[in-house]
């Protein structure tokens, strides 16, 4: 289902497992569980190709909404990245301002102290 999983679950080794030592109700247990797991997954694909051919817009909506979803990840980082210039731009001006205002203070002060 998730490509994801797949590739993190998946073994390229061809070793073999023994499995001796495993208590046999568990192996059992297991087999149990992967063969419910298996008749979930041809269910849910069959309740997906049937939702396909009832809405054919479906598959592409699908598309789309995950290409969204990957702009967003995206853009997320450019926003962070363009937040921090404005933040930037903004603490330029503010040392700007604030040098300007301390020139016009210190002329001021001086002009005030020469009459």
């Not at 080794?13 to 008749?39: C, G, H, M």
């Not at 049937?50 to 990957?70: D, F, R, S, T």
């Amino acid at each position: 289902m998730c490509q994801r999983i797949e590739r993190c679950c998946s073994s390229n080794s061809a070793t073999i497992v023994d499995d001796s030592a495993v208590n046999p109700e568990l192996l059992f247990e297991w087999n149990q569980l992967t063969k419910r797991e298996y008749a979930l997954e041809q269910q849910l694909n069959i309740i997906e190709q049937e939702g396909l051919q009832k809405y054919p817009e479906m598959g592409i909506a699908k598309k789309v909404v995950c290409k969204i979803i990957h702009i967003d990840r995206r853009s997320l980082r450019l926003g962070r990245i363009l937040a921090l210039l404005r933040m930037r731009d903004r603490a330029v001006k503010l040392v700007r301002l604030y040098c300007c205002m301390h020139f016009i203070c210190v002329n001021i002060f001086t002009f005030v102290q020469s009459d």
